[in-house]
């Protein structure tokens, strides 16, 4: 089984600066992809930025940046320029492309606050 | 193009009542997922559909809660009888089709129930 852990509960930055979430995840499969989605207030989870595993390079998207450390089990997101609208929980998620139809496991996810 | 759509957004119930949710995908979209998402949690699966038929159940409560797709478009949730743990965010998610390609197998989330059981 899988297993998607993120260690920091809530991180504060201001706007217009960076700020890096972490998560590490636990497998022994080859083939697979990681997500971050933004979960704001209004609880739509949306998706940020997905990694798959066979890739070396890492996934961008405008501002939203990861660092895809596979043989240490790292999948960091880096937001850059934060904006006060980055506000929200985000959650990492893993899917093992094996031996299952797409399901997606979260870890816990982390708190960002963006402020003035 | 519109979302995946669910309600209600909120539902309030006594232990031991009943309650159900519905979802519609986006048109077109194959496969159907349930998360129920505990407050201070990441969404955990409960069931998934491919079409109508059920790909993966095996972390749901099948003594109280049931779903079906029955058209293979919309889907319902249940709840019967609802539990004090039970109270939760239930999403609905969908996508295009597991594998076919890239991005198919992206996942589009609804706005989910808040479920407070009493």
């Known amino acids: 089984a899988q297993t998607v852990t993120q260690s920091q509960p809530e991180m504060s930055v201001q706007e217009a600066e960076t700020v890096t979430l972490s998560c590490t995840y636990d497998t022994s499969e080859n083939n697979y992809y990681l997500f971050w989605y933004k979960q704001p207030p209004s609880r739509q989870m949306i998706l940020v930025i997905r990694?798959?595993?066979?890739?070396?390079q890492n996934a961008t998207e405008n501002r939203f940046s990861v660092n895809f450390q596979k043989a240490a089990k790292s999948f960091s997101l880096k937001i850059s320029d934060s904006q006060l609208g980055d506000t929200a929980m985000y959650f990492c998620a893993f899917m093992n492309r094996t031996d299952s139809w797409g399901k997606l496991q979260f870890g816990a996810g982390t708190q960002v606050v963006v402020t003035p | 193009e519109a979302g995946v759509a669910q309600s209600p957004r909120y539902k309030i119930i006594e232990k031991r009542q009943s309650v159900a949710f519905w979802c519609n995908p986006i048109?077109?979209?194959?496969?159907l997922y349930w998360y129920q998402q505990i407050l201070g949690q990441g969404p955990k699966l409960l069931i998934q559909?491919?079409?109508?038929?059920?790909?993966?159940d095996s972390q749901l409560p099948k003594d109280r809660f049931s779903a079906e797709r029955l058209k293979g478009v919309d889907s319902t949730l249940k709840i019967q009888p609802a539990k004090l743990e039970d109270s939760a965010v239930y999403l609905c998610a969908s996508s295009f089709w597991p594998w076919a390609g890239q991005g198919t197998d992206t996942q589009y989330f609804g706005p989910g129930t808040r479920l407070t059981v009493l």
């Open positions: 048109s077109g979209h194959a496969t």
């Open positions: 559909f491919q079409n109508n038929g059920v790909v993966d």
């Open positions: 990694q798959e595993a066979y890739k070396q």
